[in-house]
């Protein structure tokens, strides 16, 4: 056993592990970049560290249909896309967005393409590439600042909406959450118009800062949204009514939850919370109480169960029929020198493996649809770590060019290259201060 577990309640613990990813910042001092396969019992399974790759931030995970978990990280001043063989630890590939900067979210959408969020050097644009790196679509907020002026969102400079998540919603439809204006909209992709939109600047009773927002269709067909409501210290649910107003159906607070970055509904209506600043992830039933409790130091960023689908897979609390503001409970309390205990032990970890061999799942290979994985082992297609074959791969690639850049007239070849080579290490810097 590990000296990372908090809350265990045995006869309600887990079946799977619980990969949870580790930003790495403890107050102003740069941390590890983790990912960590939690076991039932709150054991750990392996840790995967970026920081020993080079990486600076560790951000989402998804399952792969193909058995690989897809993870974004980040280099100062670029976005780093990894996809993690779970069996081992390694880089099956590593992708370099060298036009997408800070990149919170990467979600394979299925027909080898993939959508992500580029808040960069006043780019602030959703986009969508492909496996050979072309640009497929993108929606820029410059575009749309009716909606989103660069005035608003806070004193934040080039990243002024400050776009953290991207998801797919049916076939044709993203969910996107606009951090800087406590707002999370849904973009036609087709049409790029905005369907609809949950909270508004400023209107901090309805969402303040929020990050990770899911899509849940109700039984009767509402739309509903779970988000963690981050400066509020909450996790919220929404649902839409039939005159496309919003009202809250169910909220968790209390019990030191504090500025949570991720909520997914879990099959059996639990909720799986990631902490930020309590360092922890908890499991919490409709009702509040805390039923499996980890510590992830220093601010964990995303987490995901095993065998569920990625984001949220389950009820919506009206469907349970726990509606209401609900206090948490049976928490383990802060407590400094045990989450410091944690840390040392996690960065001293040298197994790689994050999920046990029972739970591998996919059949190696292409990654084909997307879609939801299910635990138990590889296919016939695949080894028995699921590894798709390409490990050692590194791609260096600019993937999603930036249509902004433009020939700048009167400079001889050696002046442009010390133009830009001005221009990247301004990029790194800023990247690297910027409030993540």
């Known amino acids: 056993m590990s000296t990372c577990v908090g809350t265990i309640d045995e006869d309600r613990a887990p079946e799977t592990t619980t990969l949870v990813t580790i930003q790495g910042a403890r107050a102003g001092e740069k941390t590890a970049s ?51 063989d779970p069996a081992t630890g390694e880089h099956v590939e590593v992708t370099r967005l060298e036009h997408v900067e800070d990149a919170h979210d990467v979600d394979y959408l299925g ?90 600047d400023d209107e901090h009773d309805v969402l303040n800062e929020q990050h990770n927002p899911d899509f849940i269709e109700g039984a009767d067909g509402r739309a509903t949204v779970l988000v963690a409501d981050s400066e509020n210290d909450r996790v919220v649910e929404y649902s839409r009514t039939a005159d496309g107003e919003w009202e809250r159906t169910w909220s968790l607070s209390g019990g030191g939850l504090h500025e949570p970055r991720d ?36 601010q964990p960023y995303d987490a995901e169960r095993v ?21 948490m409970t049976g928490g383990t309390s802060f407590d400094t020198a045990a ?13 790689d493996r994050l999920v046990p061999e029972d739970e591998l799942w996919g059949t190696g290979g292409e990654l084909g649809d997307a879609g ?27 993937t999603v060019p930036d249509e902004s850049i433009v020939e700048t007239p009167g400079l001889g070849v050696p002046a442009a290259l010390t ?15 910027r409030r993540p």
Not at 48 to 70: C, E, I, K, S
Not at 121 to 136: A, H, K, T
Not at 307 to 325: C, I, N
Request: aromatic share 8%; hydrophobic share 35%.
């Open 34 to 84: 983790l990912m960590v396969g939690f076991a039932p019992n709150g054991s750990v399974v392996g840790v995967h560290n970026d920081t020993a790759a080079g990486r600076w931030w560790q951000y989402d995970v998804d399952p792969l249909p193909n058995g690989d978990l897809l993870v974004a990280t980040t280099e100062p001043g670029i976005t780093v896309v990894e996809r993690v």
């Open 111 to 200: 027909d080898g393409e993939f959508a992500t969020v580029d808040k960069g050097d006043e780019r602030n644009r959703v986009v969508i590439y492909d496996e050979s790196g072309e640009l497929v679509w993108q929606w820029r907020f410059g575009n749309h600042t009716d909606r989103f002026p660069r005035d608003g969102g806070g004193p934040y400079g080039k990243d002024w909406t400050h776009v953290n998540d991207v998801d797919q919603i049916g076939d044709d439809t993203l969910l996107v959450s606009v951090r800087n204006f406590d707002q999370v909209i849904a973009i036609d992709r087709s049409t790029k118009a905005v369907k609809w939109t949950l909270g508004a």
């Open 263 to 298: 909520a997914d509904r879990l099959p059996n209506g639990n909720t799986l919370v990631t902490d930020r600043r309590g360092h922890r992830v908890l499991e919490v039933t409709p009702r509040g109480e805390v039923v499996w409790e980890v510590y992830t130091p220093w």
């Open 307 to 327: 065998g569920t689908a990625r984001g949220s897979d389950g009820p919506t609390m009206r469907q349970v029929g726990a509606e209401g503001d609900q206090t």
């Open 339 to 351: 989450i410091e205990a944690c840390y040392e032990y996690l960065t001293g970890v040298e197994r």
């Open 372 to 398: 939801t994985v299910t635990p138990g082992g590889a296919g016939a297609d695949g080894d028995s770590a699921g590894n798709d074959g390409d490990a050692g791969t590194d791609r260096a690639w600019t």
């Open 419 to 433: 133009a830009l080579a001005a221009a990247v290490a301004l990029a790194a810097l800023v990247a690297v201060r």
